[in-house]
């Protein structure tokens, strides 16, 4: 390596600051998806309840 390339090198490497590495957000991704995982759980429950309200309603109602 010549002269002139180490300097280039050296100006190159040194032109911006160094990056911090990216942060770990799998936590995080993984508490949206829990959260979203409950949100469906308990809308599948609550269909199922007001499937058989109804039809406990409705078989009151004919009888």
Known sequence: ???DDDH???LLTQAVPVLRPPQ???DAVEH???RRRRWIAAGGALA???AAG???GG???AG
Request: aromatic share 4%; no cysteine; proline share 0%.
């Open 24 to 26: 770990d957000r799998l």
């Open 48 to 50: 199922v309840l007001l």
């Open 8 to 10: 280039i090198r050296i």
């Open 59 to 61: 078989i009151g109602a």
């Open 32 to 34: 949206r998806v829990r």
């Open 54 to 56: 109804l039809a406990v």
């Open 1 to 3: 390596m010549t002269y």
